[in-house]
T-cell receptor, first 116, second 114 residues
Framework: ETGVTQTPRHLVMGMTNKKSLKCEQH?????MYWYKQSAKKPLELMFV???????ENNSVPSRFSPECPNSSHLFLHLHTLQPEDSALYLC???????????????FGAGSRLTVL | AQSVAQPEDQVNVAEGNPLTVKCTYS??????LFWYVQYPNRGLQFLLK??????LVKGSYGFEAEFNKSQTSFHLKKPSALVSDSALYFC????????????FGKGTRLHILP
């Protein structure tokens, strides 16, 4: 248990479904992240919420929509996904240390998404 | 743009032998570098980081990494491999413009053979 909890661990959805991934951290961190992990590809940073500011990767399709209602919770809302969106979605958190600049990420176990 | 490269998809090492997992980086300025490990069905775990100072950085589980500025490398090493070290290893670098943006490589799968 890392202190970052992701639910569900596994999700199968059709292309017309709407679902959400949830992430919760109990570490007192002030930054939260969504990463996409596909086989033999670099981890893809999707979204960052840091000190209440959202940093968005412009290449993320609009069918992925993040929500961060507070510093402990992060959601990824999924809508009309494509089969190529099947991947492991990892949530992470960190204590944003602007003075040292070396944020260490704590990851959840991931949500394995399969789009049919 | 900042990036890291992990040239090997997989590394096989016999148990008890020394291991090296390679990483090279491309950044402007002084890099902040990291290694993470992912065990099956788990998220990534932090192993070690380099910010400044001694070029040899020691981390968790007996791992260490050597920062080499002239070769722009940050290879992960361990003197004696264990079967339990078998996992997926990721090198990462902090974006020089945003301290909350960490850029990862594609990972290297390490197999320790008994």
């Amino acid at each position: 248990e890392t202190g970052v909890t992701q639910t569900p661990r596994h999700l199968v959805m059709g292309m017309t479904n709407k679902k959400s991934l949830k992430c919760e951290q109990h570490l007192g961190h002030n930054a939260m992240y969504w990463y996409k992990q596909s086989a033999k590809k670099p981890l893809e940073l999707m979204f960052v919420y840091s000190l209440e500011e959202r940093v968005e990767n412009n290449s993320v399709p609009s069918r992925f929509s993040p929500e961060c209602p507070n510093s402990s919770h992060l959601f990824l809302h999924l809508h009309t996904l494509q089969p190529e969106d099947s991947a492991l979605y990892l949530c992470a958190s960190s204590r944003n240390q602007r003075t040292s600049g070396a944020n260490v990420l704590t990851f959840g176990a991931g949500s394995r998404l399969t789009v049919l | 743009a900042q990036s890291v490269a992990q040239p090997e998809d997989q590394v096989n090492v016999a148990e008890g032998n020394p291991l090296t997992v390679k990483c090279t980086y491309s950044v402007s300025g002084n890099p902040y570098l990291f290694w993470y490990v992912q065990y099956p069905n788990r998220g990534l775990q932090f192993l070690l980081k380099y910010i400044t100072g001694d070029n040899l950085v020691k981390g968790s589980y007996g791992f260490e990494a050597e920062f080499n500025k002239s070769q722009t490398s940050f290879h992960l090493k361990k003197p004696s491999a264990l079967v339990s070290d078998s996992a997926l290893y990721f090198c990462a670098v902090r974006d020089m413009n945003r301290d909350d943006k960490i850029i990862f490589g594609k990972g290297t799968r390490l197999h320790i053979l008994p």
